[in-house]
């Protein structure tokens, strides 16, 4: 499947033969970020030339090449470990699991929490991940293995967890164990404030490394980065209905 250059979620995650230490192999099949905004976009009645002028290219189907919206779902490609920008077309054609011989997964627009079973930082504490901000994501490939990532100016950095003490986490968080395979992920928050878990869409961890990139300034992020990640994280909170539990919504 070609790619239509630095589009979509492949202007976020850093390039396999970049110079920085990467992400695992989820993120790491995508091209380098690019400096344009992921909301823009070029006009079809456009006739000035991109490449003179520096303007970005119209958002694209990696599926079929129909033009689409800055707002656009996304379908998982799981033999490249990678995700494509979709219209709503392709991306109804791989909603059901059997589709594509099972290679395209198209990305559910879920977001789910669970405020009645709050987690005290303690808990979150004791996976001893170096920043208050991860995601975890199941990938069908390696049999359902559970990977962790935290993002940061180089892209999504993977981080090795003490699988028990999860295992632990999910009993007493169910929330936790409902993200779908390759296509969705657990995302928690820890801030002065307190700890925040979400089931979230896949892509949307794209978006939040492609923030990370695009804002991070100097040793601690900087303003900038930070109000980004808040206004991710908001949007987040809006979005996410509560959690019925295990098997429901």
Do not use: K, N
């Not at 920008?85 to 977001?111: E, I, K, M, N």
């Amino acid at each position: 499947m070609t790619g239509t250059g630095a589009t979509g979620l492949r202007r976020f995650v850093r390039s396999p033969d970049a110079a920085a230490p990467g992400p695992a192999a989820p993120l790491t099949t995508v091209s380098p970020a690019s400096t344009v905004s992921s909301a823009s976009t070029v006009s079809p009645a456009s006739t000035v030339s991109p490449a003179r002028t520096g303007a970005p290219v119209a958002e694209r189907c990696e599926l079929c090449a129909t033009e689409v919206a800055a707002e656009h779902s996304h379908v998982a490609d799981l033999q490249e470990a990678s995700l494509l920008c979709a219209c709503r077309a392709c991306y109804l054609l791989f909603t059901q699991a059997t589709a594509g011989r099972g290679r395209y997964r198209a990305v559910p627009d879920r977001y789910l929490a669970d405020p009645d079973r709050p987690m005290p930082p303690a808990v979150w504490d004791e996976l001893e991940i170096p920043v208050g901000l991860a995601f975890f994501l199941r990938t069908s490939r390696t049999g359902g293995e559970l990977t962790g990532f935290y993002p940061s100016p180089a892209g999504a950095t993977e981080c090795r967890l003490d699988l028990q003490l999860w295992d632990r986490l999910v009993g007493d968080y169910p929330l936790l164990c409902e993200p779908a395979a390759d296509v969705e992920a657990a995302l928690i928050s820890r801030t002065d404030a307190g700890v925040e878990y979400f089931l979230v869409p896949v892509d949307a961890c794209y978006e939040l490394a492609g923030r990370m990139r695009l804002h991070w300034r100097g040793f601690d992020g900087g303003t900038e980065a930070r109000e980004s990640i808040a206004a991710f994280l908001a949007a987040v909170r809006r979005r996410a209905r509560p959690f019925a539990g295990p098997g429901g919504e």
